[in-house]
């Protein structure tokens, strides 16, 4: 007796695992992966940045102040003479490490009240909420600059108060996911054989909540990047001489008229920057929400 063909019709398949179906939809989106090679670039310029400068970042050179960009400076020279592409290259590393440090400080902080109020809610859940809906009164900029007001500033009053600002954000994104994932069943059967809440909270609820609150920390990334360029802007964060690209916007408006690109390059960085953050922020939300992956899915096919 002959042994049974192998069926390969879809029915019969075995389901590809989750991680490389995710992986393969962003990879079909090219503006997804036009971002993610952004992102790749500036983390680069992080990290080497001041090795692969042309110049040193404060060499000062009155002689060649405010000149426009030519073979020699690509992007000009600032009114001591620095060079505005050293200075825009090695500013990544500030922005970046500002957005990562505050953004993992809301993230660690917002996902822990967050997983707690929303699963064991009452009295725990009334206090977190009505904390952060104070917190939500304030503008984003306005308490920002409060806290920096308080503390003083520099790199660390700046990335902290930028983590406080944008921990609500995630508090409240967690604990709605929470409340949802709470009613499920395997959840109510694990609470029913005696589990403890940490281990549910551990294996049942977090992995299940990662979807949405990875998507809001690649765009709170955006957003805190652009919170550090207006307060150094304001002269309240990144302290001369250390470059960051809102500083160098701050320098840059007393020479509008006569010195355009002092302005234009660090302000290009910031958009290109949050433009990939957002751009790979709206890629994973394609295809970890269950409703816009079926659309990217049924749109390949």
């Not at 952004?38 to 983390?43: A, M, Y």
């Not at 909420?129 to 304030?138: N, P, Q």
């Not at 984003?140 to 920096?148: E, G, K, S």
Request: glycine share 10%; aromatic share 8%.
């Amino acid at each position: 007796m002959s042994a049974p063909a192998l069926q390969t019709d879809a029915g019969t398949r075995p389901p590809k695992p989750r991680s490389r179906t995710v992986l393969a939809l962003l990879l079909r989106n090219k503006v997804t992966l036009a971002g993610c090679l952004v992102l790749v670039v500036l983390v680069v310029a992080a990290i080497g940045g001041r090795m692969l400068a042309p110049y040193g970042i404060n060499d000062v050179d009155m002689a060649k102040a405010l000149q426009p960009p030519s073979a020699g400076h690509w992007f000009g020279t600032d009114e001591l003479g620095r060079d505005v592409f050293s200075r825009v290259l090695v500013s990544a590393r500030v922005s970046l490490l500002v957005g990562a440090v505050s953004v993992g400080f809301a993230l660690a902080v917002g996902v822990t009240l967050g997983l707690l109020a929303g699963f064991y809610g009452r009295w725990l859940d009334t206090v977190v909420m009505r904390t952060v809906d104070v917190l939500f009164a304030f503008p984003v900029l306005l308490l920002a600059l409060a806290i920096v007001a308080v503390l003083g500033p520099g790199l660390g009053t700046a990335m902290l108060a930028i983590g406080i600002v944008y921990t609500p954000i995630f508090a409240r994104v967690t604990r709605a996911s929470t409340l949802a994932v709470r009613e499920e069943p395997f959840v109510r059967a694990s609470v029913s054989i005696g589990a403890g809440s940490g281990l549910i909270l551990r294996r049942h609820i977090l992995p299940n909540i990662t979807g949405p609150i990875i998507v809001q920390t690649s765009l709170s990334l955006a957003f805190a990047i652009l919170s550090e360029a207006a307060l150094s802007f304001l002269g309240v964060g990144i302290q001369p001489p250390d470059p960051s690209w809102g500083q160098m916007l701050y320098t840059a408006k007393d020479f509008m008229g006569d010195a355009w690109w002092l302005s234009v390059f660090p302000g290009a960085a910031i958009f290109v920057t949050v433009l990939a953050f957002n751009v790979v922020g709206d890629g994973l939300r394609d295809v970890l929400d269950p409703q816009h992956r079926s659309v990217v899915e049924a749109r390949g096919k």
